[in-house]
């Protein structure tokens, strides 16, 4: 029996070690829950607090914060729209290929798409608001379309034409200023004062074209050897022979051919030396050129001027030495077979003599000449108005 009750007690004290033992693992294992939970519950915190939450109270949101989230993200997306058209080209037929520009109307950014196979074309994820679109394609001119975009709105461009590339071509037409200055030349040998006088040596044009030197020479020969140039100088030296000058000369037919050869060769070598050989070396245009507009004063002076001022070959007005050296040139060259006691003196008196009939010829063309000018008439309506004119009265009036 005493043996019983041992074995009893020791039975009921292995019992309750069991039983403690069991139950302190038990508290173990709902330690390790309890930890488990408690870091779950940590992070669910910390996303809130990162999370957009509205100050004014908690949100019907779950505790993990994942409901706010989307639906943060739905209303944001509800307020972008989509832009969707098609692109054609003028057949009617769906253009391939083609880029197209979408730029807000901030222009801080824009996106580009390709058109497809079927000519569509989409953006996506547009914000609301004015959106341009620019269209282009290799031999088609640029398209821009521009529209409003509502919020969350899917907008159908109306379909987009292409029209064909305007293609522009510069022609420029050069022409060759010697031929021009060959015609105008041409039509100076026409120019005869009352029909029968040779003008050879006036240009009606005030923007001729510049002489070669082989326009000058021929200029020069055409005037000397024209036949009422011949017929001139055979009338003066007439005049001459009937006034008994230059005696030494004499008379008869011997002494007209003196006289008649001394007038022609002054012409002779006043026309080419003042109208081709210098102006040739010095690169000056030996014509007088027509004004025609301004006050009387100034065209006086413009004229008179003609002795001493000339139009360069480049355009513009300068000295006229060509006309100076020619005179004196001139004047030396006919004293050497014009009888003279004062040889220098003669060259002298003959040089201002010219140079006085330079003068006049250009007030003779200005005021006189070119109304009994056949051409001189046709020209003088088409007279370019200078300048300073222009500006005084503004554009002349066809």
Known sequence: ???????????????????????????????????????????????????????????????????QNTQDQGTQAAKLG???????????????????????????????????????????????????????????????????????????????????????????????????????????EQQRVLRFIPNFYVSYHPDAAALTTKLKYQLAWKSSIDVVTIG???????????????????????????RFGAVYGDVFASTFLSGAVFPSLLKQDPRYFYRGTGSTKKRLLYAMGNSVMCKGDNGRWQVNYSNMAGVVSGAALVSTYYPSKNQGLQILQNSLVRMGESSLAGVMQEFVLHKLTKVGRRQDSSVTQPTDALLVSGPSKP
């Open 1 to 67: 029996m005493r043996g019983s009750k041992e074995i009893l007690v020791r039975t009921r004290k292995f019992s309750k070690a069991n039983t403690l033992l069991g139950l302190g693992i038990a508290l173990v294992l709902l330690s390790c829950c309890a930890m488990a939970s408690a870091q779950s519950g940590g992070a669910t915190e910390r996303g809130l607090s990162v999370g957009k939450i509205p100050a004014e109270g908690p949100s019907p949101s779950t505790s993990d914060g994942s409901e």
């Open 82 to 188: 989509i832009v969707i058209g098609t692109v054609l080209d003028q057949s009617g037929a769906v253009s391939v290929g083609t880029v197209i520009r979408l730029t807000p109307e901030d222009k801080s950014a824009y996106r580009e798409v390709i058109s497809g196979d079927n000519g569509q074309f989409s953006f996506s994820n547009i914000p609301a608001g004015h959106f341009q679109l620019s269209v282009s394609s290799t031999g088609f001119g640029n398209e821009v379309y521009s529209a409003a975009l509502a919020p969350g709105q899917t907008f159908l461009v109306p379909p987009i034409v292409l029209s064909v590339a305007t293609v522009v071509t510069q022609v420029k037409v050069t022409v060759d200023p010697v031929e021009v200055a060959t015609q105008e030349v041409k039509e100076q």
């Open 232 to 258: 001139g100088a055979a009338f003066l030296a007439g005049l001459q022979q009937a006034g008994d000058e230059y005696s030494e000369f004499g008379q008869g037919a011997q002494g007209y051919a003196k």
